[in-house]
């Protein structure tokens, strides 16, 4: 069955002595803790990602990067390829946030490529896709994350995209506070499985972890986590602080 996730997007957050203090205290949190009901994935920087790799226990905190080339390697000045993360011990790297996709024009062409790579190097993709605020206002929320999965992951084979986790971020629930309601949540989300039957059969479905983002914190992750195809959260803003992370894995129950 799929797996629960939390995962922490640190974005362009905390230099390398606050990223492995950080983990550290994460770690310490989690063995204190016996309610962790869910797998945990801090997604730092590039440059940190060996060092905190190296300061905690990888079996307990999974690293993830928060992108990766769309290019196997060669003359990409500023690149960071898929093998290159995975030789740092990073395990999941996160593709397609709208945040890539908005201000450095990742388009979906862009993101397969990435895909593929990624899961060439053993990666496994957290891959997001959601709509702005202006599609769902004209009620093309369902169609724009159907695109969005279809263009860049439908022609992955059955066992590749067993492999991917994907995670629901409405745009405009990213770092403005404004969080989707657990019925919108919930509605996408059994949308999304449907897509997914659709193309690779109900038990591929069933397996994928579909995670929501957007503005969720410790107040409203336990309603979000409880809907039936929401399996976890991608989580921007609150994860830079311990408690408040500690607070959001523990809405999973
Ligand atoms: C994100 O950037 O993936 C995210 C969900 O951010 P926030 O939790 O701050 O809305």
Known sequence: MR???????WKMNKNLQEGIAFAQELQVAIADNDKVKCEVIISTPFIHLASVSAAIDTKKINVAAQNCADKASGAYTG??????VASTGAKYVILGHSERRSYYGETDAILKEKTVLALANELKP???????????ESNKHFDVVKTQIENALFELSAADFGKIVLAYEPVWAIGTGLTATSAQAQEMHAFIRKTIADKYGKEVADN?????????????????FSCPDIDGGLIGGASLKVADFMGVIAGME
């Open 3 to 9: 797996k629960n996730i939390v995962a922490g997007n």
């Open 79 to 84: 690149e960071v390829s898929a093998a290159m």
């Open 126 to 136: 957290i891959f997001c896709i959601g709509e702005t605020k202006e599609e769902r």
């Open 208 to 224: 994928t972890s579909i995670l929501y983002g957007g503005s969720c914190n410790p107040g409203n992750a336990k309603e979000l």
